[in-house]
């Protein structure tokens, strides 16, 4: 470690491992999983570079992994574990959850955490909803979660996004009880400005801000005493990946800046401190008690009247 890393706050690393044609909200050639062993296969190559990249760092990451990669690709994961790296779970079909009833939510999480716990040999405790999905409207899926031995969720986007998002929700991590236990929502870092709250360090946002950006994001948070949370798909360090036809703005966000995404990931590992999820809770002082009433999220111990949407404010 490098003395000026030193001394850092944790930051957790995420790799949201899927193919590259695993993509949310656009109508594509691979919309339905029965076409997805027709499609070329990339994972395996694009997460090496990956790896190869923690490595020289000597940092360890949490894989969010698509139980069809997994089912696919024993060994990627085999290795991820053997490299000390967390496995966690980003659902089996890669659907949104809030397209999904809550029994076809259990049915998908249960058959992805089964794939997964089995090879990797790890209990698989984190998740994290494709297209970051979680959303008001589907809070139902916490209680699941939980039940299904999820202690840590990383799947709330704090900001306006296409989608998913929740404007206003906490930017620290906070504990969330439920009836069926409590766990941990770590939510994506955000920075401010102008009133505005903006993703920054993870996916089209990291590619397509400069590096003063995102040091401006990494200072906000660290000020607040808060780690950052990255994250990156394999398929965004590679620029041999076939080309989807995809929307103008989605195909502009889903492959700007590819070509210069390792060496910006280089640079990140090099200046800042990363490890797992695991490990960068746990370096997270007190985590603020919440619970779900009526399908909404509120402070522990306020009384709410139904129907008013409060959602979990910042804790500063
Ligand atoms: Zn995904």
């Known amino acids: 470690m490098s003395s000026e890393k030193t001394g850092q706050i944790l930051n957790a690393f995420c790799i949201d491992l899927e193919e590259w044609f695993h993509v949310c909200e656009a109508s594509t050639p691979y919309d339905d999983p029965k076409t997805w062993d027709s499609a070329a296969s990339h994972v395996v190559k694009d997460t090496e570079v990956i790896l190869r990249l923690l490595d020289e760092a000597k940092a360890h990451a949490t894989f969010l992994t698509v139980g069809w990669v997994a089912e696919r690709h024993p060994e990627l994961i085999r290795r991820l574990n053997d490299a000390g790296h967390e496995v966690g779970c980003h659902t089996h079909f890669h659907r949104l959850v809030y397209t999904l009833t809550p029994e076809e939510f259990a049915q998908d999480l249960k058959r992805s955490l089964e794939v997964l716990r089995q090879v990797s040999g790890q209990t698989v405790i984190s998740f994290r909803a494709p297209g970051f999905s979680m959303k008001r ?22 900001a306006p996004r296409d989608h998913g998002g929740i404007d206003g929700f906490s930017r620290d991590p906070i504990l969330l009880h439920t009836d069926a236990g409590a766990l941990t929502v770590f939510p994506l870092s955000v920075l401010s400005a102008l009133g505005r709250r903006v993703p920054f360090s993870g996916g089209g946002y990291l590619r397509l801000f400069s590096m003063p950006i995102i040091k401006y994001g990494f200072r906000q948070n660290h000020r607040a005493g808060r780690p950052v949370m990255t994250y990156i798909h394999p398929r965004e360090i590679d620029p041999q990946q076939p080309r989807l036809e995809l929307p103008r703005l989605k195909g502009f966000k889903y492959y700007v800046n590819i070509a210069s995404t390792e060496e910006k990931l280089r640079t990140l590992l090099k200046t800042y401190r990363f490890g797992t999820v695991t490990d960068t809770l746990a370096g997270v002082q007190s985590l603020p008690d919440y619970q779900l009433v009526d399908g909404d999220i509120v402070p522990m111990g306020v009384r709410v009247p139904p129907g008013t949407g409060r959602l979990a404010q910042p804790a500063i």
């Open 137 to 158: 409207e589907c809070f139902w899926a916490y209680p699941i979660l939980r039940e299904n031995g999820i202690t840590v969720d990383v799947s709330v986007v704090p």
